[in-house]
């Protein structure tokens, strides 16, 4: 059973931060990408940023803004999250992709963004 820690989340106002992290209960030399996906009310769940080694992907809604990155511990991976903006209040999901073909998910944090 894999399992995910998942922090940082919270409630902010337009234009502050937030910074989340994940730690999955994979070996390390099983993973070959981890990423970060949200999903707000009555919408479909949506890619925010994935890092495979040095390859890094972004949303288009979310560059310049966030940056994803993995952790010196390589079965983590983070999310700083700068001027956030009230589209950007979701619910925030970590995922892991293994060597095996099996994707994880976390159980998701809050992320709110509003005035």
């Known amino acids: 059973q894999v399992q995910f820690q998942e922090s940082g989340g919270g409630s902010v106002p337009p234009g502050g931060s937030l910074r989340l992290s994940c730690a999955a209960s994979i070996d390390v030399w099983e993973i070959w990408t981890m990423g970060w996906y949200r999903q707000a009310p009555g919408n479909q769940r949506e890619i925010v940023a994935t890092i495979t080694g040095p390859n890094v992907v972004y949303a288009d809604s979310v560059k310049g803004r966030f940056t994803i990155s993995r952790g010196n511990a390589k079965n983590t991976v983070n999310l700083q999250m700068n001027s956030l903006r009230p589209e950007d209040t979701a619910l925030y999901s970590c995922?892991?992709?293994?060597?095996?073909?099996?994707?994880?998910w976390g159980q998701g944090i809050q992320v709110t963004v509003s005035s």
């Open positions: 995922h892991a992709l293994v060597s095996s073909g099996l994707g994880y």
